[in-house]
């Protein structure tokens, strides 16, 4: 079995003695370096967030070798100094660690990374001093933090990139990346016609690509659509700022959903498919839901997207995702949504972005900044989610008497979303032990019925 292409009853394993293993190297090393300990701790009460979601690898002495196969890691090819061995867990969702025939014999880890966004974010805000190894642009960058008791604290910055070399970008590259991240920030969502926002999509895509590569490609696009996704969302607004007092951006991102129409689920799988990700998992809480879900996952860049879409009852044991869906005139909470707003890779982006916190802490974290969260709707010891109160967006009132002109919603609900608006978007608290990377299907199935906007609008007329 691998993570990628698994079938529709595979169920991802809990790792606890996995994490068991990390979270001891982890502490011994927060116990010998003081400004790893500081970090954790100003992570914790500032951003709601553990110190062991921002490390992206530590490096142990080959003495410990044993002990990680032992919980499951095994060899990962991937580009590293001679005399270093990469070593992942295949099915979960944990930091790297490599082993380093060089590293002195020792119970704390020689050298353990963690991962910004931004690493000149990182650094001002940290206040280092020195210049990374890897200019702007590199796929691997690397800016020392602090070294204390043989243990050096390093911060790191990915672009499109899995392994440990750093490589001086081709000439000219710093450009074409900047120009990149511009074409996707400018591109046209909204046309008269959605056919040609999914065809200049496309276009656009194409460029980048050919600009950057499709790694590059894949990791500067999640950005853009996280940065717009803020623009729409206050939540996300909050604890971005709180995340960037620390320098740390949205590394600890989990996963992105995008809801689409049945129109163009197609196109947005293949715009997917494009930038990389491979379809993992189709994902669906059985006939009655009224919706399906296709997981994607980019593997080098680090990318999971959930892509929803409403689903008739024969169709959910189909490869919908392959297949153009029929129109059909309903709309369950996907599509009113998308028909209210437009699709999430057109008009409307994300539906919520997911990411990794300390969940009670973030909740009363964000309370405390006004920010509600809805109840938990997974609450198991291995996943906990939830999202934050729905933020209203304003309807086009030519979106609303198209789903009454065709009987999707009534005239009075018409009025209602023309006049308050409909629930838009969430920013989702999500906590993960045991490196468990799947998802909770009921639950998210309820979720979906709870934050119908038909629903949302009732309750708020009552």
Same mark, same amino acid.
């Given at each position: ?27 011994? &090393? ?5 400004? #790893? ?19 992206? @690898?530590?490096?142990?002495? #080959?003495? @410990? ?20 061995? +990469? *070593? ?12 380093? !025939? ?6 704390? %880890? ?8 931004? !690493?000149?974010?990182?650094? #001002?805000? $940290?206040?280092? *001093? ?61 046309? %008269? ?6 065809? @200049? ?12 590569? +499709? ?32 320098? *740390?951006?949205?590394?600890? @991102? ?9 129109? &163009?689920?197609?196109? *947005? +799988?293949? &715009? !997917? ?32 997207? &959930? ?26 909470? +996907? ?24 969940? %009670?802490?973030?909740?009363? $974290? ?30 086009? %009132? ?65």
């Amino acid at each position: 079995m691998t993570a990628l292409n698994a079938p529709a009853n595979f169920n991802w394993p809990l790792a606890y003695e996995a994490e068991a293993l990390l979270s001891a190297h982890i502490n011994a &090393f927060l116990g010998a370096n003081r400004a #790893a300990a500081a970090l954790a701790g100003r992570m914790r009460d500032e951003t709601g967030t553990d110190f062991f979601e921002w490390v992206d @690898h530590f490096i142990v002495s #080959a003495d @410990h070798e044993k002990d990680f196969r032992a919980a499951g890691f095994q060899t990962e090819a991937s580009d590293a100094p001679v005399m270093h061995t +990469v *070593l992942a867990h295949p099915h979960a969702m944990l930091p790297r660690v490599i082993v380093s !025939l060089e590293a002195v014999r020792s119970p704390v %880890p020689a050298v353990l990374a963690i991962r910004p966004e931004y !690493l000149a974010d990182f650094m #001002a805000r $940290q206040g280092l *001093l020195g210049e990374p190894v890897g200019q702007p642009g590199s796929r691997y960058r690397v800016i020392a933090i602090s070294e204390e008791n043989g243990a050096n604290f390093i911060a790191v910055e990915r672009l499109g990139y899995r392994g440990f070399m750093a490589a001086e970008p081709r000439a000219g590259f710093a450009a074409d990346l900047l120009r990149a991240r511009e074409l996707f920030r400018t591109r046209k969502r909204d046309f %008269p016609q959605d056919e040609e926002a999914v065809q @200049h999509a496309f276009a656009v895509q194409q460029k980048v690509i050919d600009l950057v590569g +499709v790694d590059t490609a894949c990791e500067v696009f999640f950005a853009e659509e996280r940065h717009f996704w803020e623009l729409r969302n206050r939540a996300g607004r909050i604890q971005k700022r709180r995340q960037d007092l620390l320098g *740390l951006g949205w590394a600890n @991102h989990d996963h992105h959903t995008f809801r689409c129409s049945r129109r &163009f689920f197609p196109e *947005l +799988v293949k &715009f !997917l498919e494009n930038l990389g990700l491979v379809k993992r998992e189709r994902f669906y809480a059985g006939a009655e839901a009224g919706w399906g879900a296709q997981v994607l996952e980019a593997p080098v860049v680090g990318i999971v997207v &959930f892509a929803d879409v409403d689903l008739l009852p024969e169709e959910v044991d189909q490869d919908y995702a392959a297949q153009r869906l029929p129109e059909i005139n309903a709309a369950r909470t +996907v599509g009113l949504w998308c028909g209210l707003h437009g699709d999430s890779f057109l008009q409307a982006g994300m539906h919520h972005l997911e990411a990794r916190f300390n969940f %009670p802490l973030l909740r009363d $974290q964000l309370a405390a900044e006004g920010v509600g969260t809805m109840k938990p709707f997974s609450d198991f010891p291995f996943l906990k989610q939830a999202f934050t109160e729905g933020e209203r967006w304003p309807v086009d %009132p030519r979106r609303a008497e198209a789903l009454r002109a065709k009987g999707i919603i009534t005239a009075e609900q018409c009025a209602s979303f023309i006049k308050d608006g409909a629930i838009g978007s969430h920013l989702e608290n999500l906590q993960r032990k045991g490196g468990f990377k799947g998802f909770n299907q009921k639950a998210v199935s309820a979720i979906i019925a709870a934050t119908d906007p038909r629903k949302v609008q009732e309750a708020h007329a009552t």
